[in-house]
């Protein structure tokens, strides 16, 4: 039994506003709400989630009078912020996402709010897209405690915004820092399970060996991950266990692994051959390049639910992961001490989510 099922009589009443429920992880605390009695579940997306029976708030996270006058009535207990908006520069990231947490919370200064849990990840210790892994990084595995970096970074600004509403409104609060985080989404900005799941089927298609795109170091050195259902247990967890509020956490499966010993296991599943790091890295997006049509007929054939590309794989986003020259994984210590048990196999983790993309037509 999970910490989340251990804590279902709690949760008698409670109202949760799920923001961003349509990506990987907002997606996935729509679904564990469900599984808990005493939850009204509310979502809050650019659109509702496929099939969902939460009832869908419409509204604008960029717009303040948006928010303001669609979050009016609403009454939520527990918000769930998993939304962000990619920016060209992190100056940018930092003016867009820090407005769009700020204003919904102001939107909701009316409402009976007790905890906001905010997902963040690991770039918390990596710096931005834009720096990425440049200047001082702790050592691993990274630990909560770290201090931040001397760069600008819109997780940064994020947290800094939680903080003085949380002072302002009187509310708990929790920040969530996973890895990178695969789960079951579709036309995500960062979805690594699916993409390689593209990879593959598009290299079996073609009678291509499945070849790793990324580093050196990243084929080599121990890393680890978060599937976006633990992810969903850790968020909910830390919103209704009151020794874990006004907590950051790492949240990553807690297994480690190597990539030179995972892309064959990936590899063996979708029945390819599996090629490993030679000299030096060869990108997704190079790979990759053109393969629009192929995906349209791999659709076509095998009755897919998607036949645009670009809305199953982000080659970019694992490339970034993938390409890293440093060796990255996080410390569950914390989590630990405070009473979270939930555990992930990441082999299983991918099986698992391959099993479910299969099953509703999305790869072949």
Known sequence: MTSVALN???????????????????SAIVEKLGENDGWTVLTLSRNPVSGGQPR?????????????????????????????????????NIR??????????????????EHVALMTGLKHYLGP??????????????????????APNFYYAQEDELWAAAERQGFRWSVHRSHTVIGH???NAMNMGL????????CKELGRPFVFPGSETQWNSLTDMTDA???????????????????????????VFRWRWMWPQIAAYFGVEAEGFEGSPRPLEEQMQGMESVWSQIAANHGLAEADLSKIASWWHTDADLGRH?????????????????????????????????????IP
């Not at 867009?96 to 200064?109: G, H, I, K, P, T």
């Not at 702790?138 to 201090?147: G, N």
């Not at 979270?340 to 479910?356: A, C, I, M, N, V």
């Open 8 to 26: 279902a009589d709690k949760n008698h009443n409670k109202t949760a506003l799920v923001v961003g429920a349509s990506g990987i992880a907002g």
């Open 56 to 92: 869908h708030v419409s509204a604008d996270l960029l717009s303040t009078d948006s928010l303001a006058q669609a979050l009016s009535d609403e009454k939520p207990t527990h918000i769930f912020f998993t939304a962000w908006s990619r920016q060209s520069t992190e100056q940018e």
């Open 96 to 113: 867009v996402n820090a407005a769009m947490l700020r204003d919904l919370l102001a939107a909701l200064e009316h409402a009976p709010v």
């Open 129 to 150: 897209f834009e720096t990425y892994g440049a200047g001082p990084i702790p050592e691993t595995p990274f630990r909560e405690e770290a201090p931040r970096l001397p």
């Open 185 to 187: 989404a579709v036309g």
């Open 195 to 202: 993409t390689l799941a593209a990879q593959a089927s598009i």
């Open 229 to 255: 259902d633990l992810l969903a247990e850790h968020m909910i967890w830390a919103a209704t266990t009151d020794e874990a509020h006004n907590q950051a956490y790492n949240v990553v499966n807690g297994d």
């Open 326 to 362: 440093l060796e990255v994984l996080a410390d569950m210590g914390k989590s630990r001490v405070a009473g979270f048990t939930g555990y992930r196999r990441t082999d299983d983790s991918f099986r698992q989510l391959f099993d479910r993309y299969r099953s509703e037509k999305i």
